[in-house]
């Protein structure tokens, strides 16, 4: 029977929150994302080179991975709630003055200050859901988070193309910077840093967030938080691991730095296809504008679905295990890679084909900001993810000038060849993290 004082109707303010950051990160995604859609245009205007064009894109990849860290000490001394709304104002500014430049030295410096600017979103994010969610709802909360940056770049291609044919490629930033000021007023007022800050979540939500309603699961003398599946366990290294507790655990923990790495690889593919599809689509393919605005969202309508279905089979059916979808992402994406270099040149069959990689690639995506949850203790996750996030950005700032580069010397084959091998890769350094499997005896 159930205590009494839970007989009360549990309030349910964290999908609130929950919708709130969605919103605050397809925002954000969308201010990254429409450079992609501009940059044919950006190139006939100011003469650059694939070369040229890969550096720019890798500009505020490189400055939104090495703050990183620098923000997670922010997020630390001053909070989410008001680090993030300063961050989603100050995104919206420098979008503005990207689609003022006009040169591409202040493209370039645009760039980086956008990448300045949005540093500390994914950690804020993130610490946001460890706080407002239980263990068995972090992995769905973070696969929303994840489809939030990929639905900005669902919506961007047909936006940009419709304000471009109305327009020009300068307005597609001023349309874009003004989302993010109402959304930074919407959080400072309706998302504190802690469940209890707020009148509009009550004792049964907190007790819930907080685990003090168990959720789990009895073997003989022990209390396990992720009930096992044996044979399973034994492929994805399943250990019972002390959470992280302080900053030299966490920089000399294998966990976190490969998972890093992996995050690395796997945002890298995803900023190559988000930067280069469309210029892909337009020159190669000669796809018409339309078509190639939408088989440019293909990827990332997939990437929803993928995401969503990715913390469903996390949370629901691996009861919290974050290491296999990480894995089938890995080696689905590398044979997609291959795949691609084979298929017809309709703009149908590349839309199915980048729907269904869109998909594949990001069953495993939010794992990777999950996975430290489970590694290191809620005091110390800022700085666990904002290592993972770090390492991960910088392959982010990597993978598209590389492909800047191996185009102006070989070609597309190549391209895909390369985020199918370090896809490949992916999934063999996963081999080596374990899954952490929390057990208290009785």
Not at 201 to 210: G, L, M, P, S, T
Not at 275 to 291: E, G, M, R
């Amino acid at each position: 029977m159930k205590d009494k004082k839970y007989k009360k109707k549990r309030s349910n303010y964290r999908w609130f929150v929950a919708f709130i950051f969605f919103l605050a990160y397809v925002a954000a995604s969308a201010d990254r994302a429409n450079l992609g859609i501009a940059m044919p245009f950006i190139r006939e205007e100011f003469h650059i080179t694939n070369t040229q064009a890969g550096g720019l894109i890798s500009a505020f990849v490189l400055f939104y991975a090495i703050f990183q860290l620098p923000s997670a000490w922010l997020l630390q001394k001053f909070g989410v709630r008001k680090v993030i709304p300063i961050a989603l104002f100050s995104t919206s500014l420098v979008t503005l003055g990207i689609g003022l430049s006009n040169s591409l030295l202040q493209l370039q410096l645009t760039r980086v200050m956008l990448g300045l600017a949005e540093s500390p979103l994914p950690i804020g994010v993130t610490s946001t859901i460890n706080q407002w969610f239980p263990s068995q709802e972090k992995g769905i909360a973070t696969s929303i988070f994840i489809a939030a940056a990929k639905f900005g770049p669902v919506i961007v291609p047909p936006v940009c193309i419709a304000i471009v044919a109305i327009w020009g490629w300068r307005e597609i930033f001023i349309f874009f910077a003004i989302p993010g000021i109402l959304l930074s007023i919407v959080w400072f007022m309706g998302i504190p840093n802690y469940p209890h800050n707020t009148r509009f979540v009550n004792q049964q939500e907190i007790d819930y967030i907080e685990e003090k309603i168990s959720h789990t699961v009895q073997k003989g003398n022990k209390i396990l938080l992720i009930e096992p599946i044996p044979v399973l366990d034994k492929i994805i290294r399943t250990h019972n691991t002390a959470l992280l507790s302080s900053t030299k655990e966490i920089l000399r923990s294998w966990n976190i730095i490969g998972c890093g790495i992996c995050f690395g690889f796997q945002v890298g593919i995803t900023y190559v296809l988000m930067a280069w599809l469309p210029t892909y689509f337009l020159v190669v393919k000669n796809f018409s504008l339309i078509d190639m605005g939408v088989v440019s969202s293909a990827p990332w309508i997939g990437a929803i679905v993928g995401n969503i279905l990715g913390g469903i089979l996390s949370d629901k059916l691996l009861k919290g295990r974050r290491k296999p979808g990480m894995m089938l992402s890995a080696l689905t994406t590398c044979l997609m890679m291959m795949l691609i270099i084979f298929i017809p040149g309709n703009a149908l069959y590349y839309g199915f084909v980048f729907f269904l990689t869109g998909t594949l690639l990001n069953i495993g995506y939010s794992n990777y900001l999950a996975y430290p949850m489970n590694v290191a203790n809620k005091d110390r996750f800022p700085f666990a993810c904002a290592i993972v996030s770090m390492i991960g950005q910088l392959g982010g700032t990597a993978a598209p000038f590389i492909t800047g580069v191996i185009l102006d010397h070989w070609g597309w084959d190549m391209i895909f060849i390369f985020l199918g091998t370090i896809s490949i890769l992916t999934f063999f350094i996963l081999f080596t993290m374990a899954e952490p499997l929390n057990v208290t005896k009785l």
